[in-house]
């Protein structure tokens, strides 16, 4: 079954931590995409990449960075965490190219910053 | 920016109606797509409409595009309890490379 995978579901930093947030795909898609929900804001997105060592911002990229190595994995970094990224982070994967293709989606990391 | 906003945000049903939530959005698309969310999971794709299509149906859901009133609907049949979820309308816009602008959702609970 094809997946994407998202290192961890719960996660407590501290405020002014780097906090590294990964995400592997296992079916060789060219996009992936970091988006954060927030209740009543829906998915905004952060940061997404069309191939490796690619990188594009989206709507809020401000405090985070990205990096995408392989094209497996894509990694999304919050320099120095502050409260206001307390959130559910989702990763997405897909095809690339023209066409209509559907987002598969990790289970999500719900992180904390205290 | 949010692209797509769907409407009602919340909606309670009974098991065996039918359920129908709708989107609005805001600019020329290339498609439109829906996902579902199991609480504090991540989303499900569940089907995509071409700009030019106008209603398309997968099992017991039936999708209508109007792209002249940018708008949506989900039909969602014969509702069961596990049907509740949160949906959320997903907009690829024209010229926007495969790069989805999501909706705020609507919360489906489904009852007994």
């Known amino acids: 079954d094809v997946k994407v995978t998202q290192s961890s579901r719960y996660l407590v930093k501290r405020t002014g931590e780097k906090v590294f947030l990964e995400c592997v795909q296992d079916m060789d898609h060219e996009n992936m995409f970091w988006y954060r929900q927030d209740p009543g804001l829906g998915l905004r997105l952060i940061y997404f990449s069309y191939d490796v060592k690619m990188k594009e911002k989206g709507d809020i990229p401000e405090g985070y960075s990205v990096s995408r190595e392989k094209k497996e994995r894509f990694s999304l970094i919050l320099e120095s965490a502050s409260t206001n990224q307390t959130s559910m982070y989702l990763c997405?994967?897909?095809?690339?190219?023209?066409?209509?293709?559907?987002?598969?989606f990790g289970s999500g990391t719900r992180l904390t910053v205290v | 920016s949010q692209q797509g906003e769907e409407d009602p945000q919340a909606l309670s049903i009974q098991e065996g109606e039918n359920a129908t939530m709708n989107c609005s959005y805001k600019t020329s698309i290339n498609n439109l797509q829906w996902y579902r969310q199991n609480s504090g999971r991540g989303l499900v794709h569940l089907i995509l409409?071409?700009?030019?299509?106008r209603e398309k149906h997968s099992g017991r859901l039936r999708v209508t595009l109007d792209t002249s009133k940018k708008s949506s609907s989900l039909l969602i049949t014969a509702s069961r309890a596990a049907d509740t979820a949160s949906y959320f309308c997903?907009?690829?816009?024209?010229?926007?490379?495969?790069?989805?602008?999501f909706g705020t959702g609507t919360q489906l609970k489904v009852e007994l």
């Open positions: 997405a994967s897909s095809l690339g190219g023209v066409g209509d293709y559907g987002y598969t």
């Open positions: 997903a907009t690829d816009e024209a010229g926007g490379g495969n790069k989805l602008t």
């Open positions: 409409i071409r700009s030019n299509e």
